[in-house]
């Protein structure tokens, strides 16, 4: 029955979904359980400076470790027997700028509001932002080079141990920094597991890709990435100046819940980028596309209802202190449910070599982040909720349109894409 059902899979060009969908799942639920843990433990407020750290610190790691699996992964694949090994070198050192850069940040953050509790929560965000960068570059790369299992190996390490130590430790501590170190352990931890059979030979002529091209390569993918990013992570960030910390840690609850419905495209999208290439017709390009959104739809749907559902009968009853989540939950999932197939169109598009249609969506996906500062400056939680679900739709139509105009110059031109 199993070995049917992955026939199945890659029959349709869905082989690995499975683990991909698994790489998902369990970090989700195990940050889901530790968001609702926190929460009841530290309280609105300790749980409003928990998602802020957190937030920063997932935001700066983003942006800093510089998508270099897209350069590498394409100079490994082409003969470059060293590519692997100066992944880690380079992913080193932008772990380095990002620590150094947050000690000047947190300075001037205190310089300005002479506020140490925020200068010391974006120096704690800093450190947990070096070791996200370094630990998305090594499990990036294996995911990249097809090492789906171990993606979702190291994945499950990282939020199985931060989810063991980190409810037990905030409910001895009540300290949301101490929660953190315990996130810090399990990226830590994962990081090490996925460098277990991380280098390996290339296959095909010999060549050498220079650093400096691997770099050209990584960072103008990385602007749309880091486009997404800014959409996904800046409404926490941002909120966090505006509002008290217990509204924070209100919104902190909504949104992990909403985006619930992400596991499925998130997984999709990994599985368009190491499956699907230039190479392929637009016919083919076009067809595994609609599958991909096809099934994207149908689980987006019937998950937001069910999570709509589930929060309104349960949370009030399980956290009465975050009732006011409720509201914002159905304010954010329209907008979770159709950003998905922007994740899924997005990552085709890149995995094509299309370097321009990326620049234009990440520039157009932070310059729209812009929207989050008036509305959360005038209407608090509320507004970062409508405002998350303005971007994410606005965002979606944007990328499906450039998507399918590179499709029909593609098809006119009958010629390959350029290459990253």
Request: glycine share 10%; net charge positive; with cysteine.
């Amino acid at each position: 029955m199993i070995s049917r059902f992955s026939n199945a899979l890659s029959a349709r060009g869905l082989n690995g979904l499975p683990e991909l969908f698994l790489s998902q799942v369990v970090p989700i639920t195990a940050s889901l359980l530790v968001t609702f843990a926190t929460a009841k433990i530290l309280g609105p407020g300790g749980r409003g400076q928990l998602a802020f750290i957190m937030g920063a610190a997932n935001l700066a790691g983003a942006i800093a470790f510089g998508s270099l699996q897209v350069g590498v992964t394409y100079a490994h694949k082409t003969g470059d027997q060293s590519a692997l090994k100066r992944a880690l070198r380079l992913g080193a050192s932008a772990s380095v700028v990002t620590i150094l850069c947050g000690i000047g940040i947190s300075a001037l953050s205190f310089r300005i509001n002479g506020e140490p509790q925020r200068a010391i929560d974006l120096m704690v965000g800093t450190i947990g932002a070096a070791l996200v960068s370094l630990n998305l570059v090594v499990l990036r790369v294996r995911q990249g080079l097809g090492d789906a299992r171990e993606f979702l190996i190291a994945g499950s390490i990282q939020s199985g141990i931060y989810a063991t130590l980190g409810i037990p430790v905030a409910f001895v501590s009540r300290s949301p920094i101490a929660v953190v170190g315990c996130w810090y352990v399990g990226l830590i931890i994962s990081t090490i597991y996925g460098l277990r059979g991380f280098d390996r030979p290339s296959v095909g002529p010999k060549r050498h890709v220079r650093s400096r091209s691997i770099l050209a390569t990584s960072w103008s993918a990385h602007l749309g990435f880091i486009g997404i990013q800014f959409l996904y992570r800046a409404d926490i960030v941002i909120l966090g100046f505006f509002v008290i910390r217990e509204e924070l840690g209100v919104y902190s609850i909504a949104a992990p819940i909403a985006e619930l419905t992400w596991a499925i495209p998130e997984a999709l999208s990994l599985l368009a980028f190491s499956h699907y290439s230039a190479s392929r017709s637009v016919a083919e390009r076009v067809l595994h596309r609609a599958l991909l959104l096809k099934l994207n739809l149908a689980a987006g749907l019937l998950g937001g209802l069910a999570i709509a559902i589930t929060a309104w009968a349960t949370l009030p009853v399980l956290l009465p202190s975050y009732v006011a989540a409720v509201p914002l939950i159905f304010i954010l999932l329209p907008g979770v449910v159709i950003q998905g197939a922007a994740r899924i169109a997005f990552s085709m598009l890149v995995s094509t070599g299309a370097r321009k249609p990326a620049f234009l969506v990440g520039l157009i996906s932070i310059a729209l982040c812009v929207l989050y500062v008036p509305f959360c400056a005038i209407w608090g939680i509320t507004g970062a909720a409508v405002a998350s679900t303005i971007i994410y739709i606005a965002q979606a139509i944007l990328v499906l349109t450039i998507v399918r105009r590179e499709d029909r110059l593609d098809g006119a031109l009958r010629t390959p894409k350029r290459h990253w």
